[in-house]
């Protein structure tokens, strides 16, 4: 009995898991997907399809699974909003995103999670999750949070960013260590070492290239060895966001056990002196752009398989914001719409191979926090995909970015490759930078049978 689909995929080259070996390879072969998800691989396919979108020449790769976006909603629609952000991400080939828990108020209990859920619900243009952040005052029932429906685990902030969500006692960080059972993000830089230093900054107004001096590599070596030892002797599992120093890339590799880590395709692009120079506060985040040293020692973490996701960090902030003098400045800068197109860039200059970039990008994020179906072109799998034309050239341009901050770093910077189209759940919802359709997010499923046995 022959069964139809509702979309054919035809003549793209895949990157896909080999049946046998489940190793990443490319192929050519048609895709067919049926009510959301791929249910026929290659040829021998006995039903028709209702719509065919030739893609002869084109790779098609799942779509990017972003774990670490700040979509400021609610409290700062001048900044971006949950729409606009997945607007944004569905334009640079992401289907799923994490959404971090700093917003205003920040997102600490079941209320505030059930708020995010109903500003999500409709108009969503990707797949999303929500983070429940860490603090003093929900220590004790972070265990129950992390298990509500739509949220992908705990953050802590062990260094102070935007909002105030900063724990920085080390008896309420064990305990937070303690309780949480999923994987914990920790953004990872010593708040006290934070706070003795900012002299530096405050002494020299209008330096922003003192930025990563006040926020030094210590800053960070000290955070992230401290929550490594307290993470172990609890059998706690975490997941340390954008890495910065080649002496963390060195310490993480002693603790594979319980650590995984991210970094973003800021680390890996831009480096310092020179981007303080040419981008000005434009180059400001937390934990900041370093030195070419730890740019190449980034680089070799992600060749050598060290580096578990990379994670766009998106942190808008509104130009107004960003044209102050340092350091009333604040720290963060847009990426969801970019992380792709520069890893396939990158990929292009012989940076990195192509399965590795849907390794980083899509198959480790939907492995290492269990979510369900999503992460690769497989069978049954959701039919979240991103179709690419390798032998285009893109131009960055502010006029492009959805969202609502509308500025990039990258402005001005022309690509190899181009996103062509995004599908969400087999809907074409981006091609050729037109949004189609009506927002088709839905909150991202997770496997927790393993934890709660």
Known sequence: MSQHADLLIQGATIIAPDPKTQALQEQVADVYVHEKRIVHIGGGYSGAAQKI???????????????????????????????????????????SIFDMPNTNPPTLSAIDISDKMSRADGKTWCNYAFYVGASPTNADRLSELEKLPGVCGVKMFMGSSTGNLVVDDDDTLKKIIKNVKRRMAVHAEDNTRLTERKKIVLENP???????????????????????????????????????????????????????????????????????????????????????????????????GQVDIIGSDHAPHTLAEKNKTYPDTPSGMPGVQTILPLMIHHYLSGKISLAKVVELLSRNPAKIFGIKDKGEIKKHYDADLVLID???????????????????????????GSIIATLVGGEVTMRDDQILGRPLGRPLSFDLSELYM
């Open 53 to 95: 979108l030739k893609a002869h020449g084109l790779f098609l790769l799942p779509g990017t699974i972003d774990t670490q976006v700040h979509f400021r909603d609610p409290g700062s629609p001048e900044k971006e909003t949950l729409m606009s952000g997945t607007r944004a991400a569905v334009y640079g080939g992401v289907t």
């Open 206 to 304: 209008g330096h922003v290239e003192l930025h990563s001096e006040w926020r030094d590599e210590k800053t960070a070596i000290i955070a992230t060895k401290k929550l490594l030892h307290y993470a172990r002797a609890a059998n706690c599992k975490v997941h340390v966001l954008h890495i910065t120093t080649a002496e963390e890339v060195e310490i993480l590799a002693k603790f594979k056990d319980i650590a995984t880590f991210e970094i973003t395709p800021q680390h890996l692009t831009l480096f310092a002196p020179d981007c303080y120079k040419k981008l000005g506060t434009l180059a400001q985040m937390n934990p900041p752009i370093r030195e070419r040293r730890h740019y190449e020692a980034l680089w070799q973490a992600v060749t050598s």
């Open 390 to 416: 390798l032998k285009a050239k893109k131009e960055i341009k502010n006029s492009w970015i959805q969202s609502t901050c509308g500025w990039t770093p990258y402005d001005g910077m022309v690509l190899n």
